[in-house]
């Protein structure tokens, strides 16, 4: 087995876009944790795919919304590989309602697993590499409703801005300790979120996505590998003077 580049731990990486990350940071290099909820069959098909690119792999089931599972995390996976040198705060759920028809607990529900869960990864990470001296990576998943608000999807819309705020403040407070702090916006990837996401949208507003991407400059749909594409830098020494940024992987939705 090759020398480790380090350990990178991966939330919500069991499948779509988390998986696509993993399996990216594995092939650069990295031994790579996953989390995911209790229950999720998928994280040891993950974890084997890490493993076959002759990588270490460390799973770990639980909520990032609870304090205590993601300190359990955190120690878990330093347990297991050794440290944590990148924190991809992937984990999220969707959430497709306008401002008049949401309940304040399914509100509540999407700020807590998408905001809440982003910040005690942030913050627990963040704890980790102070403590380990040498810096690091810290990347959260934002989106490109996070860029322009979405009415069809005001909470997640809501917390996806959150994630661009925290980011960068975040980022200005942990320069001092050579660790940056960005984020990705996707926009539609070929995932089972987006699978939801779009006939959703089809069912309940009368919106086509299929149509939409037709008419921007890259008119097929993104894959979890696109994304992944985009940490791998950001988590490479080549990402070490970009920081407090979120780029958009969303086959040019938003300019910037």
């Given at each position: 087995?090759a020398?480790?580049?380090g350990?990178a731990?991966?939330?919500?990486?069991?499948?779509?876009?988390?998986?696509?990350?993993a399996?990216?940071?594995?092939?650069?290099?990295?031994?790579?944790?996953?989390?995911?909820?209790?229950?999720t069959?998928d994280?040891?098909?993950?974890k084997k795919?890490?493993?076959a690119?002759?990588?270490?792999?460390?799973?770990?089931?639980?909520?990032v919304s609870?304090?205590?599972?993601?300190?359990e995390?955190v120690?878990?996976?330093?347990?297991?590989?050794g440290s944590?040198?990148?924190?991809v705060?992937?984990?999220?759920?969707?959430?497709?309602?306008?401002?008049?028809d949401?309940?304040?607990e399914e509100?509540?529900?999407?700020?807590?697993v998408?905001?809440?869960?982003?910040?005690?990864?942030?913050?627990?990470?963040?704890?980790?590499m102070i403590?380990?001296g040498?810096?690091?990576?810290?990347?959260?998943?934002?989106?490109?409703v996070?860029?322009?608000?979405?009415?069809w999807?005001?909470a997640?819309?809501t917390?996806?801005?959150?994630?661009?705020?925290?980011?960068?403040a975040?980022?200005?407070?942990?320069?001092k300790?050579?660790?940056?702090?960005?984020?990705?916006?996707?926009?539609?990837?070929?995932?089972d979120?987006?699978?939801?996401m779009?006939?959703?949208?089809?069912?309940?507003?009368?919106?086509?996505?299929?149509g939409?991407?037709?008419?921007l400059p890259i008119?097929?749909?993104?894959?979890?590998?696109?994304?992944?594409?985009?940490?791998?830098?950001?988590?490479?020494?080549?990402?070490?003077?970009v920081?407090?940024?979120?780029?958009?992987?969303?086959?040019?939705?938003?300019?910037?």
């Amino acid at each position: 087995m090759a020398s480790s580049k380090g350990v990178a731990l991966v939330t919500g990486g069991a499948r779509g876009i988390g998986r696509g990350i993993a399996l990216r940071l594995a092939d650069d290099g990295f031994d790579v944790a996953v989390s995911d909820l209790p229950g999720t069959a998928d994280l040891t098909v993950v974890k084997k795919e890490i493993e076959a690119k002759g990588r270490r792999a460390h799973v770990f089931e639980g909520d990032v919304s609870k304090e205590q599972s993601v300190i359990e995390l955190v120690d878990s996976v330093v347990g297991a590989l050794g440290s944590l040198d990148v924190m991809v705060a992937n984990a999220g759920i969707a959430h497709l309602k306008s401002i008049l028809d949401i309940s304040v607990e399914e509100f509540e529900r999407v700020l807590a697993v998408n905001v809440r869960g982003v910040m005690l990864s942030y913050k627990y990470a963040a704890k980790q590499m102070i403590a380990q001296g040498r810096g690091g990576r810290i990347i959260g998943a934002s989106s490109a409703v996070g860029v322009r608000g979405s009415g069809w999807s005001f909470a997640y819309s809501t917390s996806k801005f959150a994630v661009r705020g925290m980011t960068q403040a975040v980022a200005e407070d942990m320069g001092k300790h050579n660790i940056t702090v960005n984020a990705y916006a996707p926009g539609a990837i070929d995932t089972d979120m987006y699978k939801y996401m779009e006939s959703t949208l089809s069912k309940d507003f009368g919106v086509e996505v299929s149509g939409m991407l037709q008419h921007l400059p890259i008119t097929r749909l993104g894959t979890p590998a696109d994304v992944g594409h985009v940490v791998s830098f950001l988590a490479s020494e080549h990402g070490g003077f970009v920081t407090g940024q979120t780029i958009s992987v969303d086959g040019g939705v938003h300019f910037s």
